[in-house]
DNA sequence: ACCTAAACCTGGGCGC
DNA sequence: TGCGCCCAGGTTTAGG
Protein backbone atom coordinates (compact mmCIF):
# COMPACT_ATOMS: atom_id res chain seq x y z
CA UNK A 1 0.00 0.00 0.00
CA UNK A 2 1.28 3.68 -0.59
CA UNK A 3 2.83 4.62 2.18
CA UNK A 4 5.70 7.33 4.10
CA UNK A 5 7.87 5.06 1.55
CA UNK A 6 5.90 4.75 -1.53
CA UNK A 7 4.89 8.06 -1.95
CA UNK A 8 7.73 9.97 -0.98
CA UNK A 9 9.82 8.03 -4.07
CA UNK A 10 6.47 9.39 -6.19
CA UNK A 11 7.19 12.83 -4.91
CA UNK A 12 10.86 12.21 -5.80
CA UNK A 13 10.28 10.89 -9.43
CA UNK A 14 7.76 13.81 -9.99
CA UNK A 15 10.41 16.30 -8.63
CA UNK A 16 12.85 14.96 -11.40
CA UNK A 17 10.08 15.23 -13.95
CA UNK A 18 7.27 17.14 -13.48
CA UNK A 19 8.45 20.35 -12.21
CA UNK A 20 8.77 22.80 -14.80
CA UNK A 21 6.10 21.71 -17.17
CA UNK A 22 2.89 23.47 -18.23
CA UNK A 23 -0.65 21.83 -18.12
CA UNK A 24 -1.92 22.51 -21.07
CA UNK A 25 -5.20 20.21 -20.88
CA UNK A 26 -6.90 18.13 -18.45
CA UNK A 27 -8.77 15.29 -19.19
CA UNK A 28 -11.12 13.63 -16.42
CA UNK A 29 -12.79 10.42 -17.35
CA UNK A 30 -14.08 9.36 -13.97
CA UNK A 31 -15.73 12.63 -12.32
CA UNK A 32 -15.94 10.48 -8.50
CA UNK A 33 -12.03 10.98 -7.72
CA UNK A 34 -12.14 14.90 -9.15
CA UNK A 35 -13.01 18.18 -7.32
CA UNK A 36 -12.50 21.64 -7.76
CA UNK A 37 -11.86 23.63 -11.06
CA UNK A 38 -9.71 22.15 -13.28
CA UNK A 39 -9.65 25.28 -15.71
CA UNK A 40 -7.52 26.83 -12.78
CA UNK A 41 -4.56 24.12 -13.70
CA UNK A 42 -4.47 25.05 -17.52
CA UNK A 43 -1.47 27.28 -18.45
CA UNK A 44 -0.22 26.84 -14.63
CA UNK A 45 3.19 25.73 -14.44
CA UNK A 46 4.31 23.09 -11.87
CA UNK A 47 6.47 25.15 -9.55
CA UNK A 48 7.37 22.06 -6.67
CA UNK A 49 5.64 18.58 -5.45
CA UNK A 50 5.36 18.23 -1.71
CA UNK A 51 4.58 14.86 0.44
CA UNK A 52 2.58 15.53 3.36
CA UNK A 53 2.16 12.19 5.06
CA UNK A 54 0.62 9.70 2.56
CA UNK A 55 -0.46 12.83 0.68
CA UNK A 56 0.73 14.55 -1.96
CA UNK A 57 0.72 18.48 -3.31
CA UNK A 58 1.59 19.43 -6.74
CA UNK A 59 2.13 23.48 -6.78
CA UNK A 60 2.00 25.77 -9.38
CA UNK A 61 3.33 29.20 -10.54
CA UNK A 62 -0.15 30.74 -9.52
CA UNK A 63 -2.21 30.70 -6.75
CA UNK A 64 -3.67 26.98 -6.97
CA UNK A 65 -2.31 23.87 -5.73
CA UNK A 66 -3.22 20.26 -6.51
CA UNK A 67 -3.74 18.14 -3.91
CA UNK A 68 -3.55 14.16 -4.66
CA UNK A 69 -4.10 10.78 -2.47
CA UNK A 70 -3.70 8.03 -3.90
CA UNK A 71 -5.38 5.56 -1.03
CA UNK A 72 -4.21 2.27 -1.86
CA UNK A 73 -4.36 1.94 -5.53
CA UNK A 74 -3.71 5.04 -7.21
CA UNK A 75 -0.71 5.49 -9.95
CA UNK A 76 0.34 8.63 -10.51
CA UNK A 77 2.55 8.17 -14.06
CA UNK A 78 4.31 10.60 -15.58
CA UNK A 79 5.57 9.48 -19.33
CA UNK A 80 7.73 11.48 -21.40
CA UNK A 81 8.32 12.40 -25.21
CA UNK A 82 10.20 9.40 -25.08
CA UNK A 83 8.13 6.03 -24.37
CA UNK A 84 9.89 3.61 -21.61
CA UNK A 85 8.81 0.37 -21.11
CA UNK A 86 6.20 0.25 -18.33
CA UNK A 87 5.64 -2.73 -15.37
CA UNK A 88 2.94 -4.74 -16.28
CA UNK A 89 1.24 -3.40 -13.23
CA UNK A 90 0.77 -0.66 -15.73
CA UNK A 91 -0.53 -3.27 -18.56
CA UNK A 92 2.33 -1.95 -20.44
CA UNK A 93 0.26 1.02 -22.27
CA UNK A 94 -1.66 4.34 -21.39
CA UNK A 95 -4.13 5.29 -20.99
CA UNK A 96 -5.61 1.65 -19.45
CA UNK A 97 -9.25 0.89 -18.33
CA UNK A 98 -8.07 2.26 -14.48
CA UNK A 99 -6.93 5.95 -16.32
CA UNK A 100 -9.16 8.14 -14.20
CA UNK A 101 -7.31 11.79 -15.27
CA UNK A 102 -4.69 12.44 -18.51
CA UNK A 103 -2.61 15.60 -17.88
CA UNK A 104 -1.72 16.61 -21.50
CA UNK A 105 1.73 18.76 -20.91
CA UNK A 106 4.12 20.48 -23.04
CA UNK A 107 7.22 19.63 -24.26
CA UNK A 108 4.73 16.05 -25.12
CA UNK A 109 4.44 14.91 -22.23
CA UNK A 110 1.34 13.46 -20.35
CA UNK A 111 0.78 12.70 -16.32
CA UNK A 112 -1.76 9.85 -15.81
CA UNK A 113 -3.78 9.16 -12.63
CA UNK A 114 -5.11 5.35 -12.49
CA UNK A 115 -7.17 4.06 -9.61
CA UNK A 116 -8.17 0.43 -10.07
CA UNK A 117 -10.77 0.82 -6.47
CA UNK A 118 -11.64 4.54 -7.21
CA UNK A 119 -10.77 5.42 -3.83
CA UNK A 120 -8.19 7.91 -4.24
CA UNK A 121 -8.65 11.41 -4.80
CA UNK A 122 -7.54 14.95 -6.52
CA UNK A 123 -8.61 18.03 -5.30
CA UNK A 124 -7.82 21.41 -7.46
CA UNK A 125 -7.60 24.18 -4.06
CA UNK A 126 -6.30 27.41 -3.51
CA UNK A 127 -2.29 26.76 -2.14
CA UNK A 128 -3.57 29.01 1.14
CA UNK A 129 -6.23 26.20 1.63
CA UNK A 130 -4.49 23.01 1.26
CA UNK A 131 -3.71 22.84 4.64
CA UNK A 132 -6.96 23.57 6.00
CA UNK A 133 -8.35 20.31 4.16
CA UNK A 134 -9.10 17.68 6.63
CA UNK A 135 -7.21 14.99 5.25
CA UNK A 136 -3.85 17.35 5.84
CA UNK A 137 -5.68 19.33 8.96
CA UNK A 138 -5.37 16.66 11.14
CA UNK A 139 -1.92 15.30 10.44
CA UNK A 140 -0.08 13.87 13.01
CA UNK A 141 4.17 14.42 13.22
CA UNK A 142 5.89 12.29 10.71
CA UNK A 143 8.83 10.77 11.00
CA UNK A 144 12.21 11.90 9.58
CA UNK A 145 10.39 15.40 9.70
CA UNK A 146 9.01 16.28 13.27
CA UNK A 147 8.77 12.98 14.76
CA UNK A 148 10.57 12.64 18.25
CA UNK A 149 10.69 9.64 20.73
CA UNK A 150 9.63 11.66 23.50
CA UNK A 151 6.53 12.99 21.48
CA UNK A 152 6.11 8.96 21.16
CA UNK A 153 6.34 8.70 24.75
CA UNK A 154 3.97 11.06 25.29
CA UNK A 155 1.20 9.74 23.58
CA UNK A 156 1.53 6.40 24.08
CA UNK A 157 1.36 6.61 28.02
CA UNK A 158 -2.08 8.05 27.40
CA UNK A 159 -3.25 6.24 24.86
CA UNK A 160 -5.58 3.00 25.67
CA UNK A 161 -5.30 1.13 22.38
CA UNK A 162 -2.85 -2.01 20.70
CA UNK A 163 0.28 -0.32 19.53
CA UNK A 164 -0.29 -1.31 15.76
CA UNK A 165 -3.69 0.51 15.32
CA UNK A 166 -2.17 3.57 16.97
CA UNK A 167 1.26 3.29 14.85
CA UNK A 168 -1.01 4.10 11.89
CA UNK A 169 -3.48 6.34 13.25
CA UNK A 170 -2.48 9.74 11.03
CA UNK A 171 -3.79 12.01 13.42
CA UNK A 172 -0.63 10.53 16.09
CA UNK A 173 1.54 9.85 13.49
CA UNK A 174 1.73 10.94 9.80
CA UNK A 175 2.98 8.34 7.01
CA UNK A 176 2.95 4.70 8.49
CA UNK A 177 0.20 2.11 7.51
CA UNK A 178 -0.03 -1.23 7.51
CA UNK A 179 3.18 -2.91 5.58
CA UNK A 180 5.88 -0.66 8.07
CA UNK A 181 3.70 -0.62 11.21
CA UNK A 182 4.31 -4.37 10.91
CA UNK A 183 7.70 -4.90 9.67
CA UNK A 184 8.87 -2.50 12.35
CA UNK A 185 7.31 -3.71 15.14
CA UNK A 186 8.64 -7.54 14.15
CA UNK A 187 12.29 -5.77 13.76
CA UNK A 188 11.75 -4.48 17.93
CA UNK A 189 10.21 -7.86 18.58
CA UNK A 190 6.97 -6.06 20.42
CA UNK A 191 3.91 -8.07 19.44
CA UNK A 192 1.20 -5.64 17.64
CA UNK A 193 -1.33 -6.36 20.03
CA UNK A 194 0.41 -4.88 23.11
CA UNK A 195 -1.41 -1.89 24.46
CA UNK A 196 0.66 1.08 23.52
CA UNK A 197 0.82 2.76 27.33
CA UNK A 198 2.59 -0.82 28.31
CA UNK A 199 5.36 -0.30 26.26
CA UNK A 200 8.57 0.64 28.45
CA UNK A 201 11.07 3.21 27.29
CA UNK A 202 13.16 1.32 26.13
CA UNK A 203 10.67 -0.06 23.68
CA UNK A 204 9.57 2.96 22.57
CA UNK A 205 13.08 3.96 21.89
CA UNK A 206 13.76 0.91 19.92
CA UNK A 207 10.58 1.17 18.38
CA UNK A 208 11.48 5.03 16.95
CA UNK A 209 14.79 3.53 15.13
CA UNK A 210 13.03 0.57 14.02
CA UNK A 211 10.44 3.00 12.00
CA UNK A 212 12.98 5.15 10.69
CA UNK A 213 14.69 1.73 9.85
CA UNK A 214 12.29 0.09 8.03
CA UNK A 215 11.05 3.43 5.81
CA UNK A 216 14.62 3.90 5.01
CA UNK A 217 15.35 0.73 3.46
CA UNK A 218 12.24 0.91 1.83
CA UNK A 219 12.99 4.07 -0.30
CA UNK A 220 16.47 2.52 -0.78
CA UNK A 221 15.08 -0.22 -2.77
CA UNK A 222 12.34 1.80 -4.19
CA UNK A 223 9.61 1.15 -1.84
CA UNK A 224 6.96 -1.58 -1.93
CA UNK A 225 4.95 -3.00 -4.94
CA UNK A 226 3.32 -5.89 -3.32
CA UNK A 227 0.28 -4.37 -4.34
CA UNK A 228 -0.07 -2.43 -7.82
CA UNK A 229 2.34 0.44 -6.47
CA UNK A 230 4.74 1.93 -9.40
CA UNK A 231 7.26 5.02 -8.99
CA UNK A 232 6.21 8.02 -10.93
CA UNK A 233 7.63 6.49 -14.31
CA UNK A 234 5.45 3.67 -14.10
CA UNK A 235 7.91 0.94 -11.96
CA UNK A 236 7.92 -1.38 -9.40
CA UNK A 237 9.88 -0.99 -6.36
CA UNK A 238 11.63 -3.83 -4.19
CA UNK A 239 10.89 -3.27 -0.89
CA UNK A 240 8.42 -6.67 -0.77
CA UNK A 241 11.68 -8.68 -1.09
CA UNK A 242 12.35 -7.92 1.96
CA UNK A 243 9.23 -8.10 3.82
CA UNK A 244 9.71 -9.87 7.40
CA UNK A 245 6.03 -10.51 8.51
CA UNK A 246 4.08 -8.33 5.76
CA UNK A 247 2.09 -10.96 3.83
CA UNK A 248 4.16 -13.95 5.10
CA UNK A 249 1.44 -15.80 6.34
CA UNK A 250 2.31 -19.76 7.09
CA UNK A 251 6.03 -18.94 6.11
CA UNK A 252 9.08 -19.09 8.12
CA UNK A 253 10.50 -16.27 10.48
CA UNK A 254 13.76 -15.40 9.23
CA UNK A 255 14.56 -15.06 13.38
CA UNK A 256 13.18 -18.34 14.74
CA UNK A 257 11.81 -20.32 12.66
CA UNK A 258 8.63 -19.82 13.73
CA UNK A 259 5.17 -19.70 11.57
CA UNK A 260 4.48 -16.05 10.63
CA UNK A 261 0.67 -15.38 11.68
CA UNK A 262 -1.86 -13.58 10.22
CA UNK A 263 -4.38 -11.86 12.96
CA UNK A 264 -6.81 -8.87 13.11
CA UNK A 265 -6.28 -6.24 14.91
CA UNK A 266 -8.88 -3.14 14.26
CA UNK A 267 -10.68 -4.87 11.69
CA UNK A 268 -6.86 -5.01 9.52
CA UNK A 269 -4.62 -7.96 8.60
CA UNK A 270 -1.63 -8.23 10.59
CA UNK A 271 1.36 -10.13 10.11
CA UNK A 272 3.32 -11.30 13.47
CA UNK A 273 5.90 -14.07 14.83
CA UNK A 274 3.67 -15.03 18.18
CA UNK A 275 6.96 -16.75 19.06
CA UNK A 276 9.92 -13.93 18.94
CA UNK A 277 7.21 -10.68 19.21
CA UNK A 278 6.06 -10.82 22.57
C1' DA B 1 -13.87 12.43 24.44
C1' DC B 2 -12.48 8.17 23.24
C1' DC B 3 -12.72 3.96 20.78
C1' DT B 4 -14.72 0.62 17.35
C1' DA B 5 -16.70 -0.73 13.15
C1' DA B 6 -18.87 -0.02 8.84
C1' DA B 7 -18.72 2.20 4.31
C1' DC B 8 -16.48 3.39 0.21
C1' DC B 9 -14.62 0.37 -4.36
C1' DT B 10 -12.87 -3.31 -7.67
C1' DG B 11 -10.36 -7.37 -9.00
C1' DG B 12 -8.35 -11.59 -7.70
C1' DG B 13 -8.56 -15.90 -5.44
C1' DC B 14 -11.11 -19.56 -3.54
C1' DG B 15 -14.74 -23.22 -2.90
C1' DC B 16 -18.42 -25.53 -4.95
C1' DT C 1 -17.13 -22.50 -16.79
C1' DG C 2 -19.26 -19.67 -13.62
C1' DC C 3 -21.30 -18.10 -9.61
C1' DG C 4 -21.04 -16.33 -4.97
C1' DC C 5 -18.24 -15.09 -1.32
C1' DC C 6 -14.29 -13.12 1.01
C1' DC C 7 -10.26 -10.26 1.13
C1' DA C 8 -7.11 -6.29 0.30
C1' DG C 9 -7.02 -1.31 3.14
C1' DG C 10 -6.57 4.61 4.03
C1' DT C 11 -9.68 7.62 5.42
C1' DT C 12 -14.24 9.27 6.63
C1' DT C 13 -18.34 8.77 8.98
C1' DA C 14 -21.53 6.85 12.10
C1' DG C 15 -22.45 4.74 16.30
C1' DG C 16 -21.53 2.96 21.06
Not at 4 to 15: A, F, N, Q, S, Y
Not at 157 to 181: C, E, F, R, V
Not at 182 to 198: G, Y
Request: aromatic content about 8%; some cysteine.
Amino acid sequence: MPELPEVETIKRGLEKHLVGHKILEVKILDLKIFSGKKENLINGQVLAIKRVGKGLIIEFTNEYSLAIHVKMTGQLIYQGPKAMPLSPKVGGVLPNKHTRVIFILDRSAKLFYNDVRRFGWLKVILKNDVMSLPFFKGMGPEPFKDLTVEYLEKIFSKINTPIKTLLMDQAKIGGIGNIYANEALWQVKINPKRMANELTRSEVKRLYKAIHDVMEESIRHGASSSENYVDALGQEGRYQEHFEVYGRTGEQCNRCGNKIERIVIGGRGTFVCMRCQV
